[in-house]
């Protein structure tokens, strides 16, 4: 079950919307949600941007169907090559600022809802590429806080095209999740897949289609396995938390940056006491 304490005076809380209500118990008991994104056209915005980089990186035509070019790039480029143009994608795509902002503007309302309304939001947002039947671009099941995530993140996880089964990502329901991190030191001396056979039984593939996003709850264990369809999976992916809760290894300034703080925090972080009161 659910922690109960985390659910302690969600339902009659007079101070949250009814539906705000309603997203947050979903997401604290299923530990995501899926959402249509808000801003259609900045989403093509993106998708286009990354279909522009990935054609100019193989000298390609640019690509009057980006999602089809996308889920065919596998027949232009091979494993061997694949982290290199991975990472001038990303390096390319984070040079535009408008990126972040129109990352941002996809799930506002539902950031604000789940996170907060006074937000840091990661610097730099990813991008995975995951060929079919590569075994190289795999990130074994995980939980972020394991390696110096704030269990106060979020992590919202775009997809380019749609992605379903092995072609898609997949996460521990609450329940199961916390029942194995109970006694996770039982795997300090195996592997992480002996961790994932532990889990497969329980395990939630993430069913989405291009034009919806996924919010999740980065302290539950997730990951990918090998695609095994004869598409390529294209993710995006950043974290969002609030401003003023506790950080981990990643600080602000270094990894975050704060979007939206409000007036009275402007005003506060910059006020300092007349002389005299310290004395």
Known sequence: MTNPTILTGLDDNPFLLPEEIALAKHFIERGYCIIPVEDKAGLERIRGAIAGLAAAGLKDDAPADPGAYLNGIHGSIGPDGLNKFRLAIIRG??????????????????????????????????????????????LPIHCDVWAGD??????LWLPLVDCAGTKSM?????EANAEIQCRLSEFSSRSSEDLFAEVAPHLEWIDIRYGEALLFNQNLMHGNRINETDETRWSMNCRFKGAFTPYAEKNLG??????????????????????????
Not at 265 to 277: H, K, N, T, V
């Open 93 to 138: 795509i984070n040079r535009e600022d408008w990126l972040r902002p129109a990352y941002f503007g996809l799930a506002r309302t539902v950031l604000q809802f789940i996170v907060g309304n006074e937000l840091a939001m990661q610097r730099r947002i990813n991008l995975s590429i995951q060929l079919p039947c590569d075994d190289g671009s795999l």
């Open 150 to 155: 704030s269990p106060f993140e979020a992590v």
């Open 170 to 174: 997949f996460i521990v329901p609450p």
């Open 254 to 279: 270094e990894f975050f940056e704060p979007i939206t703080l409000r007036a009275a925090s402007r005003i506060g972080l910059s006020y300092e006491l007349p002389d005299g009161f310290d004395n």
